[in-house]
Antibody, heavy 121, light 107 residues
Framework: QVQLQESGPGLVKPSQTLSLTCTVSGGSISSGAYYWSWIRQPAGKGLEWIGRIYISGYTNYNPFLKSRVTISVDTSKNQFSLKLNSVTAADTAVYYC?????????????WGQGTTVTVSS | DIQMTQSPSSLSASVGDRVTITCRASQRISNYLNWYQHKPGNAPNLLIYAASSLQSGVPSRFSGSGSGTDFTLTISSLQPEDFATYYCQQSYGAPLSFGGGTKVEIK
């Protein structure tokens, strides 16, 4: 059974870079049947899709973050990562990594437990 | 970009009630529509994919319907463990997007 686990600093200073890693266990990240995605939820708000990466390296990002976000994959470590530049307090949220079916019809069926990131000096 | 609008934003219901949540897409998305349940402190859980397919392990009291722009999630008989926030999400095209959520509370 595939499991995802987010890791990274829980506190980031304003204007710095938020970096998170998602480790995939119980399966290979190299399967072409899936994409790997990041989603966040600010406190008291709904779910926001940040972006996704396919094993080919192809990425999609949400336009509201596009200029600041990079998602990458490291197949040797079975991990994918999120980098968000120039963070502000508005980037404070619970961040989730997920797996989605590459056909688009399967939904996001595996989620990490989520990690809280606070942006504060 | 595709906007997803859910209604209502919250509802109060009793155990055993039939509950219906609606989701509308700003353009036609065929059946590229998924539903998630989210409880505080937990990760969201996929309930329904492709508008009407029940995810493995999800109780049969959950069902989904719709195509095009209008979709529905129905809980046939609300159970205590179903009190949560429910989100629809379109996977028709990037950027993927979620509805604003429907919080189901105990009456």
């Amino acid at each position: 059974q595939v499991q995802l686990q987010e890791s990274g600093p829980g506190l980031v200073k304003p204007s710095q870079t938020l970096s998170l890693t998602c480790t995939v266990s119980g399966g290979s990240i190299s399967s072409g049947a899936y994409y790997w995605s990041w989603i966040r939820q600010p406190a008291g708000k709904g779910l926001e899709w940040i972006g996704r990466i396919y094993i080919s390296g192809y990425t999609n990002y949400n336009p509201f973050l596009k200029s600041r976000v990079t998602i990458s994959v490291d197949t040797s470590k079975n991990q994918f990562s999120l980098k968000l530049n120039s963070v502000t307090a508005a980037d404070t949220a619970v961040y989730y990594c997920t797996r989605g079916g590459s056909s688009g019809l399967e939904g996001m069926d595996v989620w990490g437990q989520g990690t809280t990131v606070t942006v504060s000096s | 970009d595709i906007q997803m609008t859910q209604s209502p934003s919250s509802l109060s219901a009793s155990v055993g009630d039939r509950v219906t949540i609606t989701c509308r897409a700003s353009q036609r998305i065929s059946n590229y529509l998924n539903w998630y349940q989210h409880k505080p402190g937990n990760a969201p859980n996929l309930l329904i994919y492709a508008a009407s397919s029940l995810q493995s392990g999800v109780p049969s009291r959950f069902s989904g319907s719709g195509s095009g722009t209008d979709f529905t999630l129905t809980i046939s008989s609300l159970q205590p463990e179903d009190f949560a926030t429910y989100y629809c999400q379109q996977s028709y095209g990037a950027p993927l997007s979620f509805g604003g959520g429907t919080k189901v509370e105990i009456k």
